[in-house]
Every structure is written in structure tokens, then in C-alpha cells.
């Protein structure tokens, strides 16, 4: 219980209420306004939450100005540099680092759930030829609670688990697939001799007419990747993920609906208008233009790619990221395609340029993810199915947290109503 509170006054009526202030571990307290309505009769406005903590959480903890990120309380960089992308899962689905034997265990359980019913198989061929792999991303995860519904009792914690990990398991064989569909590939069988980004880039790559060969520094890229989105606590997809489980609603329809969120440009589009940006711009000596364009008040073009809503200062995650996309360009030996040397270029202007050196506006994580999945031969239209999965690993912590929650309701934002006042209907013969 908090000794802190925060009295309101009501100006207009002069009445008075108290209200508790809540402590978090770090970060900003929080006032707990929940009798606000009962007490004083008036509601908050607060348009996209940018005030206002949906839940109590102990998963991931963001501090903006500072540039942190912390995952259970360890910091992104050490979980980039030393783990993995299913122990990562592991700690943020069940809040500590798995000791050797849980560890493989929950490697073993991830690895038998991989494969999806045959009946789901059948789906990818009704869908149109050029459909976006997200639309269909959208539309089979969302389904898959047609075909698992032995554990679809969201009351029941067994059953939770069990369609977490399926969850988990089942999204890099559907978002393959959906690549695969639009190439008119067949669908291979995931391999579980495989660790869990191996078979997510053997199933997207493979033929059957040859031997697929791993390429170690494209798997270390993307495992990086994946680990710097698993989670990254209220944004609008996991609070979709919340809002949509808090009627009870089964979990592969929830996070259907957080795809559906993270689809946004706004969301999880920005790596993909990062190359669109590449593209167009073509050629470092065009640069200035654009550069020029993204300083002109009159003019609304941005440089996709820099700034950010939350980290001010700068994106612990960019920092991390930007060693493996240097890396893995010089491995890949593209620095000199054309492309790249654009981005080199870009870079280093906006680093030295005094317009984004006063806002801060240094390349985000989506600038070298971008480059990163570009390199990687990924297709543009892949690039945010890749954040879907990725970020898997976090709904599904939230949503779990979220059930076991014992304060939370179903989600039922109220509103300031500015329509018409009463009125009485008038018949359509009488109306002019
Ligand atoms: N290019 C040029 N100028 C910019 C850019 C940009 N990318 N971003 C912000 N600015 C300028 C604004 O014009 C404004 O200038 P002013 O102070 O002279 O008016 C100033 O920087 C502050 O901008 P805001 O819009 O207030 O910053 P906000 O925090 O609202 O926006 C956002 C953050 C949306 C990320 C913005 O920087 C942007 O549009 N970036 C490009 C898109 C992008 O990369 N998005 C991915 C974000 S990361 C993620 O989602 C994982």
C-alpha cells in the first residue's frame, strides 16, 4: 500500500478527493485513479495512453531519456550478446533465466510444436497469389484456434502454457510459409536437428532440389534481431494482445489481433520505408536533396528511419544492432552495392548534421534492421512478418501475466461525448 497520495480538487464544485500513489520498482509512479468517477464524478482524457499505465507489469521496463531496456531486469545488451532467442523467450515468459535442464526442456517442448496441423497446410493455397505474407499472417494464426482446441481453456494454466508454446513454436513455419505461397515454393517440414532461427531461415530459403547451407553470420544477425524485438512492454500491438485477451478471448485470436496492430506503418512498417527510402533516394550524391526536404517545415517528408517516440537520447537497441549490420555487410561483402552506400552515407550525415544532432534524431533500430533483412536477400514484404514473430515471445508473456492478474478487468475505455444532445426522431415524410 502506498503512503503517498495526490488530493484533486474540483474547481468548479470545490469537492476533494484523495488518491493513492503507486510505486513501481523503477521508473515513474503512478496515480491509481480507479474511484475517480465514484468520488468526483469526472473522467480522464488521455488520448493514445500517452499518461496513463494500463496494467502493472513486471516484464520489460523502458527509461527513454536514460537509453535503457531491461528484459526481466537484464539489460538488452547483455541478452544480445550472450543469449539466445528461446532462452530470451524463456525469461520472459517465466521471469528467470532457465537453469541447464529447463533450458533444454523448453528448447525439446518449442521443437515438437513446430510443425502445423496439414489441415492448416491447405489454408496458404486459398489465398490469392500476391497476397501480403502479414494478411495471411493475420488470418492463419487466428485460425490455428480452429484447430487447437484441446487447450483453449484461457481459466485453465496448463492449457495457456501449452498454447503459448504452440504460439511460440508455430510462427516461424506460418510465416515462411506465407512467403513461400507467394513464390510458389513448396512448404517444407521444419527440421528439429535445427536451433530456432537456423530452421525459421532454412524453412524461407530452402529447395528441395539441393543442400541447404547455414550461413553463420546471417543466423547471428537475425538471432540479434529477434532478441532486440522480443518485447518492448505497452506498445500498441501488446496492448491490442491485452485488450483483446481481456474479454477471455482465446489466445491465437489475440494475438491475430496483435499482428493485425503491429501491420501499421506506423508500428512495425518503419524498417520496410526504410529501404523504400533506400530505393529512392538511389544514389549518395542524392542525399542533400533529401536531407534538405526533411528540413523544410513546409514540406512533411521525414527520413524514415531516425528518431523515436520513447528514446530520446538514444536506442540502446540501434547501438547493438549497428555493430551487427556493420558486421554482417562486410562479411556479405555489400558495402558497395549502391544501396548501402546510401545508408552509409545517410548516416553519417544525420550524425553530424546540426538539424538532428538538436532533436536527437539519430537512426532508430529500424534503420539497420532494415538494412540488416535487406542483406539478408529477406523480401520487403517479410520485413514486419519478422517483427510479428520476434515479438511473439513478448505477447505471449504479457498475455500470460495478464490472466494471472488479479486486478485486471476487461478493457472498457470510457469517452468525453461531444455528438448531439437528446433528440427526437423525425419521420422521413416530415424531413426536408
Ligand atoms: N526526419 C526529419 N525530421 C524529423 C524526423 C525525421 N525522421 N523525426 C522527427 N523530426 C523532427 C520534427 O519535424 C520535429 O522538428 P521541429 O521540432 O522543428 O518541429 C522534431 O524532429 C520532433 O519531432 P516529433 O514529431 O515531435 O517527434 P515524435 O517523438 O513525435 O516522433 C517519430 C517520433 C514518429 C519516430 C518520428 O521521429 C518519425 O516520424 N520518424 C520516422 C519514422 C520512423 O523511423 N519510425 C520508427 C520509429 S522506431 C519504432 O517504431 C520501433
Given at each position: 500500500m502506498s503512503t503517498h497520495t495526490v488530493t484533486i480538487t474540483d474547481n468548479r464544485s470545490g469537492k476533494q478527493a484523495e488518491f493513492d500513489i503507486i510505486d513501481p520498482t523503477i521508473g515513474s509512479p503512478a496515480i491509481d485513479i480507479r474511484t475517480l468517477h465514484g468520488q468526483l464524478g469526472l473522467f480522464t482524457y488521455d488520448p493514445g495512453f500517452q499518461a496513463t499505465a494500463s496494467c502493472k507489469s513486471d516484464i520489460t521496463y523502458i527509461d527513454g531519456d536514460q537509453g535503457i531496456l531491461l528484459y526481466r531486469g537484464y539489460p538488452i545488451e547483455q541478452l544480445a550478446e550472450q543469449s539466445n532467442y528461446l532462452e530470451t523467450s524463456f525469461l520472459l515468459m517465466y521471469g528467470h533465466l532457465p537453469d541447464p535442464g529447463e533450458y533444454d526442456e523448453f528448447v525439446n517442448i518449442i521443437k515438437r510444436h513446430t510443425m502445423v496441423h496439414e489441415?492448416?497446410?491447405?489454408?496458404?493455397?486459398?489465398?490469392?497469389?500476391?497476397?501480403?505474407p502479414m494478411a495471411i499472417m493475420v488470418g492463419v494464426v487466428g485460425a490455428l484456434s480452429a484447430f487447437y482446441h484441446d487447450s483453449l481453456d484461457v481459466t485453465n494454466p496448463r492449457h495457456r502454457e501449452i498454447s503459448a508454446h504452440r504460439l511460440l513454436a508455430k510462427m516461424p513455419t506460418i510465416a515462411a510459409y506465407s512467403h513461400r505461397r507467394a513464390h510458389g515454393l513448396p512448404l517444407p517440414y521444419p527440421r528439429n536437428d535445427l536451433d530456432f532461427i537456423e530452421n525459421f531461415m532454412y524453412m524461407m530459403f530452402s529447395v528441395p532440389t539441393e543442400e541447404y547451407q547455414i550461413n553463420p553470420v546471417a543466423v547471428r544477425a537475425m538471432r540479434k534481431i529477434f532478441i532486440l524485438h522480443a518485447d518492448h512492454e505497452q506498445n500498441a500491438s501488446t496492448s491490442t494482445v491485452r485488450l483483446a485477451s481481456s474479454s477471455g478471448a482465446n489466445p491465437f485470436a489475440c494475438i491475430s489481433a496483435g499482428i493485425a496492430s503491429l501491420w501499421g506503418p506506423a508500428h512495425g512498417g518503419a524498417n520496410e520505408a526504410v529501404i523504400r527510402m533506400l530505393e529512392e533516394i538511389k544514389?549518395?550524391?542524392?542525399i542533400p536533396k533529401y536531407i534538405a526536404r526533411a528540413k523544410d517545415k513546409n514540406d512533411p517528408y521525414r527520413l524514415m528511419g531516425f528518431g523515436h517516440r520513447i528514446y530520446k537520447n538514444y536506442d540502446p537497441r540501434a547501438k547493438i544492432i549497428r555493430e551487427a549490420c556493420n558486421d554482417l555487410l562486410e562479411v556479405l561483402d555489400s558495402s558497395n552495392q549502391p544501396l548501402f552506400e546510401t545508408a552509409r552515407e545517410l548516416e553519417r550525415i544525420a550524425l553530424e548534421d546540426e538539424y538532428f544532432l538538436e532533436r536527437n534524431l539519430y537512426p532508430n533500430v529500424d534503420f539497420y534492421s532494415g538494412i540488416i533483412l535487406k542483406a539478408l536477400d529477406i523480401p520487403l514484404n517479410m520485413f514486419t512478418v519478422i517483427f510479428a514473430m520476434a515479438r511473439t515471445a513478448g505477447w505471449i508473456s504479457q498475455w500470460l501475466e495478464m490472466m494471472e492478474d488479479?486486478?485486471?478487468?476487461?478493457g472498457r475505455p470510457r469517452q468525453i461525448y461531444t455528438g448531439a444532445t437528446q433528440r427526437d426522431y423525425v419521420p422521413l415524410s416530415q424531413r426536408r
Open positions: 489441415g492448416v497446410k491447405q489454408f496458404f493455397n486459398g489465398f490469392q497469389h500476391d497476397a501480403h544514389d549518395p550524391s542524392e488479479k486486478e485486471q478487468r476487461i
